[in-house]
């Protein structure tokens, strides 16, 4: 059974930085594509970031792009999202999640597997 596990999340004034970290252990069975979604009170989940486990592509909401950054260490074990020049709208909780045989299914805010979460607290 796959397990994803996220840190680092915490409390950052707005303009500062985070990085989050997903460890992993186990690959889902059939899964294309690893990444983070994200919920706030009274909002729907929605995507963040995502990659390949192969980490030749990835792509990113119109949201954060140019301030977060997705990767992943080697051995597939740890993925990263950085977060730049957060704003107060970034505020939620992060979801390292994994998608099935669909490469793109976590564009759409679904997912196959999800960690517990992290909090990310962005005060102005």
């Known amino acids: 059974q796959a397990q994803l596990v996220e840190s680092g999340g915490g409390l950052v004034q707005a303009g500062g930085s985070l990085k989050l970290s997903c460890a992993v252990s186990g690959r889902p069975t059939g899964s294309r594509s690893i990444g983070w979604l994200r919920q706030s009170p009274g909002k729907e989940r929605e995507f963040v970031a995502t990659i390949s486990w192969s980490g030749t592509t990835a792509a990113y909401a119109d949201s954060v792009k140019g301030r977060f950054t997705i990767s992943r260490d080697n051995a597939k074990t740890t993925f990263y999202l950085q977060m730049n020049n957060l704003k107060t709208e970034d505020s939620g909780v992060y979801y390292c999640?994994?998608?099935?045989?669909?490469?793109?299914?976590?564009?759409?805010?679904?997912?196959?597997?999800r960690g517990p979460g992290t909090q990310v607290t962005v005060s102005s």
């Open positions: 999640t994994s998608s099935g045989n669909n490469p793109y299914q976590l564009l759409s805010g679904s997912y196959n597997f």
